[in-house]
């Protein structure tokens, strides 16, 4: 279709131009706004992982020292013999601190607990657990592995220290707290609607997690970021500051993560946040961008046609006049009308000329 208006002419260069400038401009700010999205989100994502591994590990300390407090307790009290204070002092670290229950189990075979329990090796044999064996194998406080625990039926984790009186090595003093709750109080800081933290071991066993059906359970997610921290250490390193990677969860959702370790040097905690968050950050913007872009534009374009209109209105003056002009040459009229155009620009000057 052929355009002969000057006025459609200048409204559809300027229309161009607009849209060109508005590409360029969009651009370029859709690429600043996506980078600093990126690192506003890996800062808070950062963040989270901080503030989640400093709860984490606030915990695991907490707990190992009312189990070292419970031992100096009983070792300088001397109260092995005094089965109502001992019960006493199992049941006040067990509501102090939460506790499932707290065991003292002693080389003799005898396991009291803080329900007020007393049993024999041939009932319970405190001494075949794994919290009491690295208790007494190390010497020192113990943390066990995540397990389920068959006294309680739940999954749990227990700290224990060895009772040493005189020198002497007498037993071991354990506490035994639930995953369960453990995972909805440490790890309640990375719960949003498009992240979460978890713990998983070197193998990739989910270890602590909100949802208890995958506690002690293997994911395609937990294994993918086992694999990817196998394959490149460094992503733990804390002095590296460009740790995130990404791995794909049971669903085949991306995942970016950023993994720190703990003081279980067999157990690491991760912060996931969907890798689609990053871009839709990005694109919301660049939406934005677009809607203001398009509405400035048709703004603009209405105004300069209204103006090109009023600027150019002299031209089809000037057209008539001219075309009277030549009638009159040619013989077609008698007569020729003057071009009235009060204006002080070229096209005044035409028009006078």
Request: aromatic share 10%; with cysteine.
């Amino acid at each position: 279709m052929r355009i002969n208006s000057v006025i459609s002419k200048v409204n559809i260069l300027t229309g161009i131009l607009f849209i060109v400038a508005i590409i360029i401009m969009g651009s370029i700010a859709y690429f600043q706004i996506k980078q600093s999205n990126f690192e506003y989100l890996r800062e808070n994502h950062n963040k989270v992982l901080f503030d989640v591994g400093y709860i984490f590990n606030t915990y695991e300390a907490d707990n190992k020292e009312a189990i070292e407090t419970l031992a100096q307790t009983i070792t300088h009290s001397n109260i092995l013999d005094k089965e109502n204070e001992l019960f006493n002092v199992l049941k006040l670290t067990k509501e102090f601190v939460g506790f499932e229950i707290v065991f003292l189990a002693t080389e003799d075979g005898i396991t009291y607990d803080s329900s007020g329990g007393k049993r024999y090796a041939n009932e319970f044999d405190g001494r075949t657990r794994s919290w009491y064996l690295g208790a007494k194998q190390n010497m020192k406080s113990f943390t066990s592995d995540p397990y389920k625990s068959i006294t309680l039926g739940m999954f749990s984790i227990t700290y224990s220290t060895p009772l040493i009186i005189n020198g002497k090595f007498i037993g071991v003093v354990a506490g035994v707290y639930s995953l369960e709750k453990y995972s909805s109080d440490t790890l309640e800081l990375g719960k949003t609607e498009n992240s979460f933290a978890a713990v998983y071991s070197q193998d990739g066993t989910t270890m602590f997690h909100q949802d208890p059906k995958l506690i002690l359970t293997k994911t395609v997610l937990g294994q993918n970021i086992a694999k990817a921290i196998t394959d490149n250490p460094s992503l733990l390193d804390p002095d590296n500051i460009d740790t995130l990677f990404y791995a794909k969860d049971d669903k085949g959702v991306i995942q970016a993560v950023l993994c720190d370790k703990t003081p279980n040097p067999n157990i690491n905690i991760c912060a996931m946040i969907e890798n689609d968050t990053y871009k839709k950050a990005s694109n919301s913007a660049l939406k934005t961008q677009l809607i203001i872009g398009l509405v400035i534009l048709t703004i603009a374009l209405i105004l300069i046609k209204i103006f090109a209109t009023y600027l150019l209105k002299p031209i089809a003056i000037i057209q008539t006049g001219l075309n009277s002009f030549f009638d009159f040459i040619n013989h077609k009229t008698k007569d020729s009308t003057m071009i009235n155009v009060n204006t002080n620009d070229e096209f005044g000057a035409m028009a006078k000329a």
